[in-house]
């Protein structure tokens, strides 16, 4: 995830750093929402600069690319009870909560604020 992505949002890069799980909302089998159907382990969170990143992490090698990405390292993947969706415009939406929320929550918009700046 680029830098520039959580500085436009004021996420301080401390809680950046913090973050202990992920889960990705992705589009199944064509449908008009994204799914989150896995909450993942985050191993580590730490900033590189693009052009150091392996075609592994990033998909291609961008060696003239100096900007800071967030680099996260996943570990096992934990398949949640029931698929959390995420309806509306394919929009970069950041959320802070905690892994017990997200294994019962059924929507996006149910999930706990964990800071009022992401709102």
């Not at 992705?26 to 392996?54: A, Q």
């Not at 075609?55 to 996943?74: H, M, P, R, T, V």
């Amino acid at each position: 995830m680029p830098l520039n992505t959580t500085d436009k949002k004021s996420i301080a890069r401390n809680a950046m750093r913090e973050v202990r799980h992920c889960a990705i909302a992705v589009y199944h089998g064509g449908g008009k929402e994204r799914l989150v159907t896995h909450c993942y382990e985050v191993k580590s969170v730490r900033l590189v600069k693009r052009c150091d990143m392996s075609i592994a992490q990033a998909g291609q090698i961008d060696s003239g690319n100096k900007a800071e990405y967030w680099l996260f390292e996943l570990g096992y993947a934990r398949p949640l009870p029931q698929p959390l969706s995420m309806s509306g415009l394919r929009a970069f939406k950041f959320q802070l909560t905690n892994a017990a929320e997200l294994l019962t929550a059924k929507n996006w918009d149910e999930l706990p604020r964990r800071y009022a700046l992401l709102k």
